[in-house]
């Protein structure tokens, strides 16, 4: 599956952005489906996991309650929808596909689990 993500820019805190993570080649809606963040000088970091077939939803603490993910099969497109932005929000954004099997949550945060990954999308957040 090829992923793309989209929606990235400069805003000021407090504002919201929509990530998009359009999928192509495969339908995505057997996948779990994660979203990740790269901030400068730092490991990417998970951020959030929607599964499949209402399996749930999982977030980093520090986005709970700003953050959103969900997903849209009919468009093969999962979105991260963000708001009261911080500046220490400030990262590229990968989106990341588990298209083996379903993510294991006690291991939620290790990048290891997602086989296909998207390119990422900047999102800068002024003070």
């Known amino acids: 599956v090829q992923l793309q993500a989209s929606g990235g820019g400069l805003v000021q805190a407090g504002d919201s952005l929509r990530l998009s993570c359009a999928a192509s080649?495969?339908?995505?809606?057997?996948?779990?489906m994660g979203w990740f963040r790269q901030a400068p000088g730092r490991e990417r970091a998970f951020v959030a996991v929607?599964?499949?077939?209402?399996?749930?939803?999982f977030y980093e603490d520090s986005v709970k309650g700003r953050f959103a993910i969900f997903r849209d099969n009919a468009k093969n497109t999962v979105y991260l929808q963000m708001n009261n932005l911080k500046p220490e929000d400030t990262a590229v954004y990968y989106c990341?596909?588990?298209?083996?099997?379903?993510?294991?949550?006690?291991?939620?945060?290790?990048?290891?689990?997602?086989?296909?990954w998207g390119q990422g999308t900047l999102v800068t957040v002024s003070s």
């Open positions: 080649g495969r339908t995505i809606s057997n996948y779990d």
């Open positions: 929607i599964r499949r077939s209402g399996g749930g939803a």
């Open positions: 990341a596909a588990k298209t083996g099997g379903r993510i294991i949550v006690s291991a939620i945060r290790d990048n290891r689990q997602y086989d296909s």
